[in-house]
């Protein structure tokens, strides 16, 4: 090679969690390096959102989550690519790591001039789980996913339980059922999907049980009821009893971040490695990537720890590029932007939800809306729940969550690009978004909704949250009759909204009145005809009856 | 009603374009005012963006496409709605308009507190149509449509020519051939979709004529054929004859104005009535909204006049407050987001192209990826062509366009939020996006083409356009020799990606050097590794062969 000096030698610690993306990008910045990947597993790096999908034989081929082979990092790459080799330990002052090759056990020391940790995290054990037993697992990489079929194949389960209803449980839900299997799905919190608010995950656990499965919420596991070497129930807390041939736990994950630990990098308030814009740790020869940092939140301002592909991916190519020329571009903030398909429904957050408003102490507003994903009058239109939080004072959108049929995946990406932009309602309201009929409305649903929070910041009428006590209030329903019907609402005064006009007289002005129609359309529309007669205090119930059965489902 | 003066009368003037929208609003922001709508056809406004997929039989009802009913009108917002009444002169110091029913052909004044114009536009109408003839056709309103019906019931057309290849004409094109009718396109310009630029029109061309429709571009209709009161065929320019039993024009609209015009309002550069942020014309108790109207461009800054239905919505709810209520927010930019749907394919663009960026004095530089919509090792994943213009300086972006099978209304709207905040391809970089397997990918298609941008603002290395002439460097093909032979190149060195490293050498360094591959990804690799073994100036075609093949199409 040219140049005579020694080439820099880069070492990545860990292929999937960013890694095998900061070697081939540190390639591409320095032709000239010397990069040596060292990966635990047998796999350079593998598609670790894609295991469910294979479970389920949505993915027909294993071969398929192999993305990165090592063929193609020596060949296309030039990186060594050294697998089932551990690092140990990190000797900052000597720039060595200490490497076990788990094939032949044999240790070795090997130099760096930089360094790039992309260990990942580990999916938390629950403390029921006694050893020896050998059909319950985690499905966390592509050994977990090989020991679930190979039992599936042993044993046919006929009933499998899912511990923990987050993206892995779910997505392990949908695959399992799709295989025929009678499924429970276990969850030790109130309600579904963590990143979303109560009333948003509702829907999503309606479509759950709709499906057949049995849907366990506030459920913790007592004790694992065994026969032999096999788990064949598992007793839940509350005393009830929930068979199962087979079990899989996705409980959520911890940062692996022992080594750093170890190596006295300094770690953040969320058990996670600190890193600057460029992905750098307290060493700024050693860089930290994926799932084991904090990234700065582009809502909370504070760094957060937010296991996801996307960030992972981003971070692994900024380390990558700065390890191997002293520059990158700056990482940005992370939002922890998500979706997740639940059998017929799509679920997705952006930004904070009204729990970590709270936590956080941030004024917040919320607005719902029910939206169809395309002109209505165009076939095949499905209505979607878009919910936003916003600061009362600017404006500025704090979070989304969204659940549909489909186009969740469009709007949920609309207002994460909002997010990005610290951008407000205002903004919202007035994006330019591509419009013909398969594919959005006029007035997009992003649109709408920020027409529906800046009524509410206008107070033209303020918005009262879908949960809200009605006590007190003048209610009025507008629904036509066949509505009321079919879900009543106790103590309202029925005016369907094409006679409001003629019977408004009819309620007492001086009352504080909230108007309620099905979806908030109708009752934002009675409410400004009540506010422009006088009525002194007037509100409209966010996401109408349709949200408020779901948030006061629980 | 409360209250002794007079009401606020708010008169409004045109239905479709905005006008209904406007009506609505103000009623929910003044409930006292007086909202008189006059409207010149039969019904207070329409789906025009639906006619195509009536006439094609995909939207089955005739019904559907009548979206705002005047009970709706009536009951719901005490809108005094009058169909069939054209407004044909405003008194702006009396304030008063001339009103003319066209049932009975009687006229009378009307006095309005504020008005607002929402005229519209009309289709162009060509030269060589000559009056009396049967089957030749516009698509623009309900009347139209009814007739085109009425024809084709009666008449049962074999063959059909549609002029003009913009959306009308593609979304009518795919409809007629959806009904089995033999159809010919043709286009006066080069390529279709005026707003891609012509690498990015093609692969829709192609589609066109894989389909089986007859394409003529750069051809314009000399003369219509006729028997009696039908044209049979058109005689293009050059010679060549198209046989029709029916013909459907959409060549392009004008707005408008005339009554605007007359009455002194402001009109601007190109011909649309010029409006301020709350709607307001040179007059500011008269608004003016939609298609007829001037907006202030993104991307360009000045006004522009983009008649597309979103903006007419928007302007319509913002001038609608402002009328009632004397305050409204902002009405923003516009950026000419659109999309159509051409049988298997979407084309999609947001901001300026090419053309643009040249006619306007922008300096620009042009990116091209190839990325699937969702992980590919998922199933049905697809290719997608995205192509972004960028400011050589900050890295602003100016413009997008795309082109796939699905994913495309995704990304445009992801891109025209970009441009709204006037974002970079850094921000681009930087956007946290959802990700789950059947949804996107770890990295976005949008952040995988802001990486490549900023690899060329880098010189990392820099991009070549897709149709640069390549006489004077030395090419080398870093493709699979199966893909060298299924599209050769000539003149270029062949050396697939995954030899380069041991083949360089056969290389001359100090030549200057384009490495190209299929879409730009591997000629990246390769173009990287000889930068940094010396090669003086290295270059990748962005886009790769596929584009170029496009590029040099026409």
Not at 72 to 100: G, H, M
Not at 271 to 297: C, F, K, R
Not at 394 to 413: F, N, T
Request: net charge neutral.
């Amino acid at each position: 090679m040219s140049g005579s000096s020694q080439p820099l030698r880069i070492v990545i610690v860990g292929g999937v969690a960013g890694g095998a993306t900061a070697a081939a990008r540190a390639r591409r910045a320095n032709a000239q390096a010397e990069i040596i990947l060292l990966e635990k597993g047998p796999a350079v790096s593998f598609a670790n959102c894609g295991l469910p999908y294979h479970l389920g034989g949505e993915i027909t081929e294993r071969k398929k989550l192999l993305v990165a082979t090592p063929e193609l990092f020596d060949k296309r790459f030039q990186v060594d690519v050294r697998t089932t080799s551990e690092v140990i330990a990190i000797d900052r002052a000597a720039r060595t790591v200490t490497v076990v090759n788990l094939q032949t056990q044999a240790t070795y020391q090997l130099h760096y001039d930089r360094l790039i940790l992309a260990t990942g995290s580990e999916p938390l054990r629950p403390d029921f789980w006694t050893s020896g037993v050998r059909n319950v697992f985690q499905l966390w990489n592509l050994n977990d996913l090989d020991a679930v079929l190979a039992m599936m194949r042993e044993r046919q389960p006929q009933t499998a339980a899912v511990i923990g209803a987050g993206f892995i449980g779910l997505e392990v839900v949908e695959q399992l059922h799709r295989l025929g299997i009678d499924v429970s799905l276990i969850e030790r919190n109130p309600h579904v999907l963590k990143p979303l608010d109560a009333d948003m995950a509702a829907p999503i656990a309606e479509e759950i049980k709709k499906q057949g499965v049995q849907l366990y919420l506030n459920a913790g596991v007592e004790k694992m009821i065994t026969a032999g070497d096999r788990a064949v129930a598992l007793q839940l807390q509350d005393g009830r009893r929930v068979e199962s041939d087979i079990v899989i736990v996705g409980i959520g994950v911890r940062p692996r971040v022992e080594l750093a630990h170890a190596a006295g990098l300094a770690i953040g308030k969320q058990g996670g490695v600190t890193v600057n814009a460029w992905m750098q740790t307290s060493d700024p020869l050693i860089y930290a990537v994926g799932d084991m940092t904090e990234l700065p939140h582009g809502v909370l301002e504070s760094p957060q720890r937010i296991p996801l592909a996307g960030s992972a991916n981003r971070g692994g190519r900024i380390a990558g590029t700065h390890a191997a020329t002293g520059q990158a571009a700056n990482m940005g903030v992370v939002l922890g932007t998500s979706i997740v398909r639940v059998f017929n429904l799509v679920a997705a957050s952006t930004g904070i939800n009204e729990q970590t408003c709270q936590s956080a102490g941030f004024d917040y507003r919320t607005a719902i809306i029910q939206a169809a994903d395309h002109a209505t009058y165009y076939p095949n239109a499905h209505e979607m729940i878009l919910k936003i939080l916003y600061a009362p004072d600017s404006g500025r959108l704090l979070g989304a969550q969204i659940v549909g049929e489909s186009g969740v995946d469009k709007r949920i990406d609309i207002l994460a690009t909002t997010l990005h932009f610290r951008g407000t309602i205002h903004d919202l309201a007035q994006l330019d978004l591509a419009y013909a009929p398969p594919f959005g409305a006029a007035k997009d649903p992003v649109n709408m909704i920020a027409f529906v929070a800046q009524n509410d910041l206008a107070e033209h009428p303020t918005l009262l949250p879908a949960a809200a006590a009605l006590a007190g209030w003048q209610v009025v329903d507008v629904r036509t009759a066949a509505e009321t019907q079919a879900l009543p609402l106790a103590g309202a005064k029925h005016i369907p909204i094409d006679e409001l006009s003629l019977r408004w007289q009819e309620l007492d002005p001086s009352q504080p009145t909230v108007v309620v129609c099905h979806s908030g359309k109708r009752a934002h529309i009675g409410a400004c005809w009540l506010s422009g007669h006088g009525f002194a205090k007037v509100r409209n119930l966010t996401g109408g009856m349709s949200m408020r059965r779901h948030a006061l489902s629980h």
